[in-house]
């Protein structure tokens, strides 16, 4: 079932054959994460790259008053890790945790490599899933810079509702720059 669902995400960026992309799963493996689990700690070299079949993963550090800043989600059919760790092969600067039990598929980043050699055209799936992924990371910065914390919320509620039911309060605030109170204060005047 997970590699279908990879599978089908692939089918969407390139022509790849059944038979190709029964080869491509192979450099995969699979896991699943229970609630709360870690997939990636900080100071650990960063060497698996991550692809949400079910769940909800997010990407995140401990300031330095020691709170947790969210800085990055992933739900089904996203990727998550610490990109610049994993391509420098690198020691990550982030953890990783299941936000809900998660199933994903994970790749080596040695893997990773044979993978792009193997079937170049995976290059261009790979550039897609990232400009995407940078798209998005450049919209948040546009609701943290040009929303008040108030509309920022509601902008974003309305665009992603799915997405505010299914996130912790405590782990949305920290992803929208609020502390846990705050929104809550925001939700209560919102129906007061």
């Known amino acids: 079932m997970a590699e279908s669902i990879l599978k089908n995400h692939i089918k969407n960026y390139t022509d790849l054959s059944e038979e190709e992309l029964t080869k491509v799963l192979s450099f995969f493996d ?19 790259l991550f692809f ?12 330095d008053l020691g709170y947790k800043k969210t800085t990055q989600f992933a ?19 982030f953890i990783i945790e299941a936000v809900e039990h998660s199933n994903v598929l994970s790749i ?17 799936y790979f550039r897609n ?29 309305e665009e992603f509702p799915e997405f505010v039911q299914r996130v912790p309060q405590y782990s949305l605030a920290s992803f929208l720059g609020l502390t846990p109170e705050y929104l809550s204060e925001i939700k209560k005047n919102r129906f007061s």
Do not use: H
């Not at 949400?52 to 300031?63: P, S």
């Not at 546009?142 to 914390?149: A, G």
């Open 30 to 48: 699979c896991q699943s994460y229970k609630k709360k689990e870690t997939l990636l700690t900080t100071n650990k070299p960063c060497n698996k």
């Open 129 to 157: 899933i990232y400009e995407t992924a940078y798209g998005a990371s450049l919209m948040r910065l546009k609701y943290i810079n040009s929303y008040s914390k108030e509309e920022m919320y509601f902008r974003f509620q």
């Open 52 to 63: 949400v079949t079910k769940g909800c993963l997010q990407l995140y550090f401990i300031d």
């Open 108 to 124: 080596s980043y040695a893997k990773y490599q044979e993978l792009l050699n193997t079937f170049p055209s995976l290059n261009i």
């Open 75 to 93: 739900l089904e059919n996203w990727w998550l890790t610490d990109f610049l760790a994993f391509q420098n092969q690198k020691e990550s600067n």
